[in-house]
Each structure stands twice: as C-alpha cells, then as structure tokens.
C-alpha cells in the first residue's frame, strides 16, 4: 500500500472521458473515501462524455464536476493498484504495484442506452476491487 494507511487506486484510460471516470466515481461513492482514487488518460479528451454523466447520473452519481486529467508518472508512482481500459502500454510499469487490465467497451461516440451496460460492469468490477481490497462497499 501507498504511504497512506488507506489504498490507493488510479484509473487509467486513453481519454479520461468515460470508463476510467465512471470507475473513479463508484469507487470513491462507495467506499465513501477510505479508498484513494485517481483517474487519468494517456491523451486526455476537452470534456467527459455527456452519457456518461447522464448514465452515472441515473445510478445516483454525480460526475457532472469532473474534467479529464493527464497521466503522470506521479500518479502511478503514488497508486497501489493501477487499472488501465484499454490504453495499451502507455501506463508506466513500477515495481510493486499491482496491475489490472479491464477489457470494457469504450462509450465514446455512443448513446446512453449503449453506456448504460458498460456502467453497471464498471459497478460490478468495482466491488470486486473492493471485496480484493478488504474494503465492504457502503451501499
């Protein structure tokens, strides 16, 4: 773990725009902060994804503040679990830290019918994580 008594995870996808962003709003709803949780993209888009704001909003989820971030090799360097979506190798490799490959669809580009699914698998992962993490899910 980081030098934090609590885990840190970081989110990574190409644009920062929808996956890695709706991964880093349930995990930080539901562990309720006592989980780190950071999200970037290799070559960060100007906005998130409309839909996926609106299907996060639908789950409860406000994402509506958030904006895409740069990856940065501070941000792996100070993530236990690096998860990347779909990015290839542009995520820098550390030793000691745990990494995960989420093969999701990409939402770019598409509607909220079509985001809805990815959404609810992001869920299901992320308590997973959890449960990996020793951290219960507050809801």
Sequence with gaps: MSGSSKPS???VC??????????????????????EVRS??????????????AAMA????????????????????AS?????MGCGDT???FPGKTYLDWSLDD???RGIDAVRPIRD????????LLADLGVPPCF
């Design 80 to 84: 236990d679990v690096v998860i990347t």
């Design 14 to 35: 190409v644009h920062n725009a929808g996956r890695s962003q709706m991964a880093a709003a349930y995990l930080t709803h539901l562990s309720e902060g006592r989980v």
């Design 40 to 53: 970037a993209g290799s070559v960060p888009a100007d906005a998130v994804n409309p839909a996926a704001v």
């Design 9 to 11: 995870v970081l989110f």
């Design 91 to 93: 995520c820098p490799v």
């Design 121 to 128: 698998e992001i869920e299901r992962r992320v308590r997973g």
């Design 107 to 109: 939402p770019a580009g």
């Design 58 to 77: 639908e789950a409860g989820i406000d994402m509506s503040a958030e904006t895409p971030k740069t990856l940065t090799v501070d941000a792996v360097r």
